[in-house]
């Protein structure tokens, strides 16, 4: 018999290049650099979005929404949220609450934090205060110390039905 919690955790990383928009936890930050990548490359929410899939036993965010279908070009990462929730919940689990960490040199991330909170629990539909959302720096140390990227890790635990 197994138990009615399952947890999952989720890590993403996206380069950092000039001429993108800078889009974290579902919301548009004003930076002179933004992420690179197939969709609006909001590392947050692929953390999140790999994390939930991993306690539900559900693969990865790149088996669901392949890098190479044109449908995800440029996709907004909320829309990824919302249908990996109900994938969730097709599966008969019950979102807990999530514990997000980005890494960041710079912008300074925590002015945004209660907007990507709300943001993300809204895709979800769960209170705010299931959504915790941390900033850090590497202390200039790595890829994220030279800013030439952001990384994100998430933790989720979801129950049965
Ligand atoms: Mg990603």
């Known amino acids: 018999m197994s138990l009615p919690y399952r947890i999952g955790m989720g890590f993403d990383v996206h380069r950092?290049?000039?001429d993108r928009a800078l889009w974290?936890?579902?919301v548009l930050i004003p930076?002179?650099?933004?992420?690179?990548?197939?969709?609006d490359a909001d590392v947050a929410i692929h953390a999140l979005c790999d994390a939930m899939l991993g306690a539900a036993n559900l693969r990865d965010i790149g088996y669901?929404?392949?890098?190479?279908?044109?449908?995800?070009?440029?996709?907004?990462s909320k829309r990824l949220l919302k249908e990996v929730a109900r994938l969730l919940e097709e599966k008969?689990?019950?979102?807990?609450n999530a514990d997000i960490t980005i890494c960041a040199e710079r912008p300074k991330i925590n002015p945004h934090i209660p907007a990507m909170q709300q943001a993300l629990a809204e895709c979800i539909g769960c209170p705010v205060d299931d959504i915790s959302i941390k900033a850090t720096t590497t202390e200039k140390?790595?890829?994220?110390?030279?800013?030439?990227?952001?990384?994100a890790y998430a933790t989720v635990i979801i129950a049965h039905k």
């Open 31 to 39: 930076h002179s650099l933004g992420l690179l990548g197939h969709s």
């Open 92 to 96: 008969g689990y019950i979102f807990g």
């Open 141 to 151: 140390l790595g890829f994220t110390g030279r800013e030439e990227g952001i990384s």
């Open 64 to 76: 669901h929404f392949p890098d190479s279908d044109p449908r995800y070009k440029g996709i907004d």
């Open 24 to 26: 974290l936890g579902g």
């Open 16 to 18: 950092l290049v000039a």
